[in-house]
């Protein structure tokens, strides 16, 4: 027996689909969106940007409306050094890597975890954290070492992790910590002068967590539309449907930007406080650099004073030589909302999925590889 | 960014449920939910339950997509109802309409357009 | 470049990298026109200038490496009946014989050896081939992972049947088995990392006995393949690759069971790239297409048989999406990799 929140077909109903996308094109209308001035909406998260291409939601929407997708891949935006670092990690004899999937195919700047692992380095994939401390258990002569990679929906389930390890005395456990948070991010978009976007498509999973009030003050401040929106494909018509109404309030001088949620079921206006505490405890907000657009201050979450034994740097030596970005990639300017991929001259030539280049285009749901897997054909 | 799957809590042993995804069950960690009880619907991400799921939310919404559905198809019929003269309506075709896909087959509920 | 010019796992993948180290490393080597084909199994002009009566010979090889060797509908020893079995039926042949190689780790239970041996002999007794050629060797304790099977298998292709990717043709309707995913889901839950507390089975099977349905319906079926390493959407590419045609799929219709949808979800796969063990994909010409439909839906193994799409319209693969959107479905890169993301 199952209830209406676990029957995806329902949200995949193919006439909601297409009422929702005539009132897309009367909104649009509405706004005075044409081919050449489109209205711009960012979805900020990679699970869209997959979600988008996987129902070929693109070839649905009217060209009058460009979705956007931003820097919401974690995957993606995390700098080259760290990669490197992880490496150096798994190369470090008696030390075991853990990490999710989507780590292993990212190229450093010489080598990937993958083709580390092909060479003999012993790393694991992990489908959740706490699976780690099964591994640095069964290990004890062992450094384990988790990739702490993601935004505010993964890295309570790593803060959870790390006070289990602190419970149970796990001595060989630690994280290397490249979290980011959402909400400065976004205002940093938000606040690009000339800002080539009308209005954001916020993460459905991070807001769970942070609650859709974290995003009031980029609404109310920047005058800047936020809908958060859950995953599937009605879920994310219906979004853009609420952001398209702002949009064309806001243009026709009917009203100002508001923060609403189209994903009911899920996201509450303050999140989950239990995993907001988790995050306060064992974490500090700190800098962060974002690959492809640079150090946003206050952007990410590094182990607090209280946690910080379980730094991987305080066990091992991750010092690597600061690596160069190649020329001629434009990801920054597409994650800032300013290109697209096929604006890119390395796009699916000299950056292909295989050889990545650019951030966007090494993790399954960077925009580049996304429109390289699902939309190179179908313009 | 995240992936996270529907699922429903089964049966709960200190800080560790077991959630059914519609016929597999797999553990999901509560300690981000611990409001979490027995036949209650959560999401979970990487192995964690980060939220309760709000049942009558999702019919609630579902309601309002059911309704845009119906207002839909009723326009669609009437439509149809008004250039009834094309034959071939009931014949089961393979076709499905194809890569060759133009702006005005877009956003078109008929799946089995002609190419 | 340096360790990128390594064998990768993903080099066995079955996705866009295998085919680009069997294309431009291997076959070149090799060269002759046989192999060039590159079809699951060769189709063979003549043995020696001996020419068969009534037909022409198929030939194929393939190796078996899964992990675990036994799996919830199937081990390792009927996989590499059916596997090679299967690869000749996609020639429309008839499986008469197979060669049987078998490369034992040292320290294998004996009766696990004769539990797989046993599995072999029963396979190969229900699709009527009989192994009539085999070899042993063994290795060092953790060379192989217990054990690894190569079998080789020649059949007769019957007169009429004609059977290439090649021949594919616009209009023609792509017919599906059964449900996509069962066997690399089995196997994903058979090996226990996942924890998934639920037993799978794997859709490994013979095809032959189906394939001759088929072809008793219609003879001049155009191509059949088996969506293995890489699934639907791998194949299907395979095919249009060398049609230089379009195939568009329908979503909707292409059959999931719900338990292999359950763990693609959590894990964030997408089970249209799922492998198969015992499925076919059939292309006829749309006036054969009901009468294949029906003889499929007759046979145990075609029950769920399902047309999915059609020949046609521009070169590539193409999916309508359920809620009624348009994707292109391009051959994987490597291996699925469980995501959060």
């Not at chain 1, 285009?361 to 054909?377: D, L, P």
């Not at chain 3, 020419?51 to 010979?57: N, Q």
């Not at chain 3, 396979?123 to 190569?150: F, L, P, Q, Y």
């Not at chain 3, 996509?180 to 794997?202: C, F």
Request: charged share 25%; glycine share 10%.
């Amino acid at each position: 027996m199952t209830g209406p929140v676990m029957e995806v077909e329902l949200f995949r109903s193919e006439s909601a689909a297409g009422a929702l996308l005539r009132r897309i094109e009367r909104l649009l209308k509405r706004a005075g969106a044409t081919a050449d001035e489109p209205v711009a909406l960012m979805e900020v998260c990679g699970t869209h940007t997959v979600a988008i291409s996987r129902f070929g939601l693109r070839s649905l929407l009217p060209d009058s409306l460009r979705l956007l997708s931003g820097p919401g891949c974690p995957v993606c935006v995390t700098p080259l050094i760290e990669i490197d670092r992880s490496i150096a990690a798994a190369e470090t004899p008696g030390t075991i890597v853990a990490t999710f999937g989507d780590m292993m195919r990212v190229p450093g700047s010489r080598s990937s975890l993958e083709s580390a692992r092909t060479d003999g380095a012993d790393i694991r994939i992990v489908y959740s954290p706490m699976d780690s401390l099964q591994i640095a258990r069964g290990n004890p002569g062992h450094e384990v070492v988790f990739l702490g990679v993601g935004f505010e929906t993964t890295s309570p389930t790593i803060a959870a992790t790390v006070l289990a390890a602190e419970r149970e005395g796990l001595g060989n456990f630690s994280i290397l910590p490249f979290f980011k948070t959402v909400p400065a991010a976004l205002d940093m978009l938000a606040a690009i002068p000339d800002r080539p976007l009308d209005g954001f498509i916020c993460p459905g999973h991070v807001s769970v967590i942070i609650g859709a009030e974290a995003y009031e003050s980029v609404a109310r401040n920047r005058n800047m539309p936020c809908v958060v929106v859950g995953f599937e494909p009605l879920d994310i018509l219906s979004g853009i449907e609420a952001l398209l109404e702002q949009v064309a309030d806001i243009r026709t001088g009917e009203g100002d930007a508001r923060v609403e949620v189209r994903y009911k079921r899920a996201v509450t206006s303050v999140g989950n406080v239990a995993a907001q505490e988790l995050l306060r405890k064992v974490f500090e907000p700190c800098d962060a650099e974002w690959r492809g657009i640079g150090v946003i201050p206050g952007s990410g979450h590094d182990l607090s004073e209280r946690y910080s034994d379980f730094h991987a740097r305080e066990r091992l030596s991750l010092d690597v030589v600061k690596p160069v970005e190649q020329p001629g990639c434009i990801c920054g300017e597409i994650m800032l909302g300013r290109r697209l991929p096929t604006d890119c001259p390395l796009f699916g030539e000299a950056c292909t999925p295989r050889r990545p280049v650019g951030p966007c285009m090494v993790s399954t749901e960077g925009s580049c590889a996304a429109f390289y897997k699902y939309e190179r054909n179908a313009a | 960014m995240c992936l996270a799957v529907p699922g429903r809590v089964m049966s709960i042993g200190s800080d560790i449920a077991k959630v059914d995804f519609g016929g597999i069950s797999q553990e999901a960690n509560l300690t981000l939910v611990p409001e979490a009880k027995v036949g209650d619907y959560v999401l979970v991400h990487a192995g964690f339950a980060i939220q309760q799921l709000d049942e009558a939310e999702a019919e609630e919404t579902l309601r309002l997509f059911q309704e845009l559905a119906e207002a839909a198809d009723r326009e669609e019929r009437e439509t149809r109802e008004r250039g009834r003269d094309r034959t071939g309506e009931n014949t089961r075709d393979y076709n499905v309409s194809t890569g060759e896909s133009t702006n005005e087959e877009k956003g078109s509920a008929d799946g089995e357009a002609e190419r | 470049m340096g360790n990128d010019d390594r064998v990768k796992l993903a080099h066995g993948s079955g996705g866009a990298l295998m085919h680009e180290l069997i294309e431009n490393l291997i076959v070149p080597r090799l060269a002759n026109p046989i192999l060039e084909s590159l079809d699951d199994s060769a189709e063979l002009p003549d043995l020696g200038g001996h020419k068969l009566e009534g037909g022409r010979v198929a030939f194929t090889t393939d190796s078996y490496v899964v992990q675990p060797l036994f799996f919830p509908g199937g081990d390792i020893g009927k996989l590499a009946v059916a596997g090679t079995v299967n690869d000749l039926s996609m020639k429309g042949a008839t499986p008469l014989y197979l060669t049987l190689g078998l490369i034992i780790e040292e320290g294998l239970k004996l009766s696990v050896l004769e539990e797989i041996i046993d599995s072999i002999a029963e396979a190969a007794e229900a699709a009527g081939v009989s192994i009539a050629a085999g070899d042993t060797k063994v290795v060092e304790h953790g060379a192989v992972g217990g054990i690894v099977i190569n079998t080789a298998g020649i059949g007769v292709i019957p007169d009429g049947v004609s059977i290439s990717a090649v021949r594919a043709q616009e209009g023609d309707v792509v017919i599906l088995s059964g449900t996509m995913g069962d066997h690399e889901t089995a196997i994903l839950v058979a090996r226990e990392e996942l924890r998934l507390d639920e037993v799978i089975e794997s859709d490994c099977a013979c095809l032959n006995g189906l394939v001759e349905t088929v072809l008793r319906a219609c003879p001049d079926v155009h191509v059949l393949r088996d969506p293995t390493r890489g699934g639907l959407g791998t194949t299907l590419n395979e095919i249009v690759s060398k049609s230089g045609l379009g195939i568009t799929i329908r979503e909707a219709d292409i059959p999931v069971a719900g338990k292999v949808r359950a763990v693609c979800s959590i894990l964030g796969y997408d089970p249209i790239y799922m492998a198969n063990e015992g499925k076919v994909i059939v292309v006829v010409a749309r006036d054969a297409a009901d009468a294949v439909l029906e003889a499929m839906r007759s046979h145990p193994l075609g029950l769920e048989a399902t047309a999915i799409g059609t020949v046609g319209g521009k070169p590539g693969v193409y999916l309508r999406t359920e809620v009624g959107g348009l994707r292109p479905i391009v051959m994987l890169e490597g291996v699925q990799l469980p995501r959060i993301c």
